[in-house]
């Protein structure tokens, strides 16, 4: 089991982010991903969606539409990552 933290560069893409505290480990948004970009942090009791691979969104929104709580918001216009 790897382990992992909330860090700017896992919790967005130019084009979406997510918000870990909103999170309920549904995986919806990772299913529903064509690119692989999102997956899952699994740490003790924290369990909630990550940026796994920001470069490969392409902004389709589909993450966005499946989530159940709204944890993931999409920008209005595609940013540059820091
Ligand atoms: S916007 Fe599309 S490509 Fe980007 S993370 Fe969401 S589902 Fe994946
Ligand atoms: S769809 Fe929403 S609640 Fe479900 S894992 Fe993704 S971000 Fe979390």
Do not use: N, W, Y
């Not at 990772?30 to 740490?43: K, N, T």
């Amino acid at each position: 089991m790897g382990l992992a933290f909330p860090h700017s560069s896992h919790t967005k893409t130019a084009f979406i982010r997510v918000s870990p505290g909103l999170c309920q480990a549904c995986r919806k948004c990772v299913e529903a991903c064509p690119r692989d970009v999102l997956g899952m942090v699994h740490f003790f009791r924290h369990r909630h969606v990550h940026v796994d691979h920001a470069s490969l969104c392409k902004g389709c929104r589909k993450c966005v539409r499946v989530c159940p709580s709204q944890a993931i918001e999409a920008f209005e216009k595609a940013t540059v990552l820091l």
